[in-house]
Protein backbone atom coordinates (compact mmCIF):
# COMPACT_ATOMS: atom_id res chain seq x y z
CA UNK A 1 0.00 0.00 0.00
CA UNK A 2 0.77 3.54 0.07
CA UNK A 3 -0.04 4.81 3.12
CA UNK A 4 3.16 5.17 4.92
CA UNK A 5 4.08 6.91 1.52
CA UNK A 6 5.75 10.59 1.62
CA UNK A 7 7.49 13.06 -0.21
CA UNK A 8 9.39 15.99 1.95
CA UNK A 9 6.51 17.24 3.89
CA UNK A 10 3.45 16.02 1.80
CA UNK A 11 2.34 12.70 2.66
CA UNK A 12 -0.71 10.34 1.64
CA UNK A 13 -3.32 10.67 4.38
CA UNK A 14 -3.49 7.79 6.67
CA UNK A 15 -7.45 7.68 7.09
CA UNK A 16 -7.85 7.71 2.79
CA UNK A 17 -5.54 6.77 0.31
CA UNK A 18 -6.91 9.13 -2.12
CA UNK A 19 -5.96 12.55 -0.35
CA UNK A 20 -2.39 14.10 -0.12
CA UNK A 21 -1.76 15.90 3.19
CA UNK A 22 1.00 18.88 3.75
CA UNK A 23 2.61 17.87 7.33
CA UNK A 24 4.32 21.14 7.14
CA UNK A 25 6.19 23.29 4.68
CA UNK A 26 5.54 20.90 2.11
CA UNK A 27 6.44 22.13 -1.26
CA UNK A 28 4.23 22.10 -4.85
CA UNK A 29 7.25 19.92 -6.05
CA UNK A 30 6.97 17.92 -2.80
CA UNK A 31 3.28 17.42 -3.84
CA UNK A 32 3.42 16.63 -7.43
CA UNK A 33 6.07 14.19 -7.06
CA UNK A 34 4.35 12.39 -4.40
CA UNK A 35 1.31 12.11 -6.38
CA UNK A 36 3.00 11.49 -10.01
CA UNK A 37 4.70 8.20 -7.32
CA UNK A 38 0.87 7.40 -6.89
CA UNK A 39 0.01 7.70 -10.17
CA UNK A 40 2.51 5.63 -11.38
CA UNK A 41 1.96 2.62 -8.83
CA UNK A 42 -1.76 2.82 -9.31
CA UNK A 43 -1.05 2.32 -13.10
CA UNK A 44 1.82 -0.30 -12.62
CA UNK A 45 -0.44 -2.80 -10.58
CA UNK A 46 -4.10 -2.15 -12.33
CA UNK A 47 -3.40 -0.41 -15.25
CA UNK A 48 -5.34 2.46 -14.47
CA UNK A 49 -4.25 6.02 -15.03
CA UNK A 50 -5.71 8.12 -12.21
CA UNK A 51 -6.65 11.97 -12.73
CA UNK A 52 -6.17 14.48 -10.01
CA UNK A 53 -9.09 16.25 -8.55
CA UNK A 54 -7.39 19.41 -7.32
CA UNK A 55 -9.86 21.18 -4.69
CA UNK A 56 -7.49 25.00 -3.82
CA UNK A 57 -7.53 25.68 -0.58
CA UNK A 58 -7.25 29.61 -0.15
CA UNK A 59 -4.71 31.34 2.29
CA UNK A 60 -6.18 32.85 4.56
CA UNK A 61 -4.31 35.78 6.97
CA UNK A 62 -3.33 33.23 9.51
CA UNK A 63 -1.73 31.14 7.39
CA UNK A 64 0.94 33.82 5.90
Keep these: GARDLRVGA?????????FIINLGGASA????TLAAELKERVRKKSGFTLEEEVIYVPATASML
Excluded: E, M, Q, Y
Excluded at 10 to 18: I, K
Excluded at 29 to 32: E, G, K, M, P
Design 10 to 18: AAVFSGHCN
Design 29 to 32: RDVL
